[in-house]
Antibody, heavy 119, light 108 residues
Framework: QLQLQESGPGLVKPSETLSLTCTVSGGSISNKNYYWGWIRQPPGRGLEWVGSTHYSGKTFYTPSLKSRVTVSIDTSKNQFSLRLSSVTAADSAVYYC???????????WGQGTLVTVSS | EIVLTQSPGTLSVSPGERATLSCRAS???????LVWYQQKPGQAPRLLIY???SRASGIPDRFSGSGSGTDFTLTISRLEPEDFAVFYC?????????FGQGTRLEIK
């Protein structure tokens, strides 16, 4: 059974960079059939896809965040990471890491980690 | 970007009855590449339906999806107490991946 676990600071100051890591177990992050992505959900609100990466190095970002976001992959550690720069309170959310099939369905999710942007 | 609009925002239904949730797209969703998820409080979403009408592994047959083009429907035929949650549609036919704003299904 594939499992994903997010880790990183729960509190980030405005204008700084949010950094999260997702550790994948029970499967290989080098599987060519899957992408690895981040989805966020502000408290009490809906879901927003942030970005995805593939073991080949391909990356895809939602247009509204493209200038501030980087998703990277470390196949040696079976991990992938999210960096979001110049954060504001609007970036406060539960951040989920997820396995995304080549067809675009999100089959496995991490439990989510709450990140609050506040001074 | 394809905008998905879900209706109603909140649906109140009694256990044992049928619930019908709607998801309308601002433009046609390619190859009916539309997904439904269920999310319970404090949990990650769970995949219910993919390809507009195919049930994901382990999903009871009381959940069904239908539709094509711009109009899609999730139907839960006989509501069980554990079915009450928030439901989201998502399209993956066009970049970027987008989600609807959700429908909250509550016990009447």
């Amino acid at each position: 059974q594939l499992q994903l676990q997010e880790s990183g600071p729960g509190l980030v100051k405005p204008s700084e960079t949010l950094s999260l890591t997702c550790t994948v177990s029970g499967g290989s992050i080098s599987n060519k059939n899957y992408y690895w992505g981040w989805i966020r959900q502000p408290p009490g609100r809906g879901l927003e896809w942030v970005g995805s990466t593939h073991y080949s190095g391909k990356t895809f970002y939602t247009p509204s965040l493209k200038s501030r976001v980087t998703v990277s992959i470390d196949t040696s550690k079976n991990q992938f990471s999210l960096r979001l720069s110049s954060v504001t309170a609007a970036d406060s959310a539960v951040y989920y890491c997820a396995e995304i099939s080549a067809a675009g369905t999100i089959d496995y999710w991490g439990q989510g980690t709450l990140v609050t942007v506040s001074s | 970007e394809i905008v998905l609009t879900q209706s109603p925002g909140t649906l109140s239904v009694s256990p044992g009855e049928r619930a019908t949730l709607s998801c309308r797209a601002s433009q046609s969703v390619r190859s009916s590449l539309l997904v439904w998820y269920q999310q319970k409080p404090g949990q990650a979403p769970r995949l219910l339906i993919y390809g507009a009408s195919s049930r994901a592994s382990g999903i009871p047959d009381r959940f069904s999806g239908s539709g094509s083009g711009t109009d899609f429907t999730l139907t839960i035929s006989r509501l069980e107490p554990e079915d009450f949650a928030v439901f989201y549609c998502q399209q993956y036919g066009s970049f970027p991946i987008t989600f609807g704003q959700g429908t909250r299904l509550e016990i009447k």
